[in-house]
């Protein structure tokens, strides 16, 4: 697509907001394009770059935590001028039926499961809009909806494009 005075990429960090918004359409379709494939490259050479700081410093940072009695977490260890900052987070999973059961077991015990365990109770936005009335009308009182951040993907309409 040939706009003239087309504005670039780079552009848009000096300009206000309301001046981007006012761009003809065509423009932004063209500035959106060019965003994504920036975006993919750079997410690309970043995960390329990420494999190659793990291929060159895995070993000594899995040394390090060995050292410390560590199989997870951040450690610190220098190279060369440099103070290289590993950290290896940890991941944990919670089998939810066991989980149930186990606080149902200290419930029948007479404990109280709360002092030990963070219960949480969610309900699926697709089974919530299946429900029969009486009981989503139970519910509403418990149930907030929130709205997330707006997206819109731009294109060209057909008769444009011919």
């Known amino acids: 697509m040939n706009i003239p005075n087309r504005i670039q990429i780079d552009d848009l960090s000096a ?3 309301a001046d981007i918004a006012s761009l003809p359409v065509e423009q932004l379709i063209a500035l959106q394009g060019e965003i994504a494939e920036r975006l993919t490259i750079t997410k690309l050479m970043k995960d390329r770059f990420d494999s190659a700081l793990e291929c060159r410093f895995s070993l000594q940072a899995r040394e390090v935590r060995a050292a410390l009695g560590k199989d997870t977490g951040t450690v610190r260890f220098n190279e ?3 103070q290289v900052v ?3 987070p940890k991941k944990v999973a919670w089998d939810q039926s066991q989980l149930s059961q186990l606080v149902e077991r200290m419930k029948a ?3 109280d499961p709360a002092e030990y365990v963070d219960i949480t109770i969610k309900v699926s936005e697709r089974k919530y809009a299946a429900w029969p009335s009486h009981i989503r ?3 509403e009182g418990a149930r907030t909806v929130r709205v997330g951040k707006a997206s819109y993907q731009l294109s060209l309409n057909d008769e444009v494009q011919s």
Do not use: I, K
């Open 80 to 82: 060369g001028l440099a």
């Open 137 to 139: 009308s139970a519910f």
């Open 86 to 88: 590993a950290d290896l």
């Open 15 to 17: 300009m206000e907001v």
């Open 109 to 111: 015990e007479g404990d």
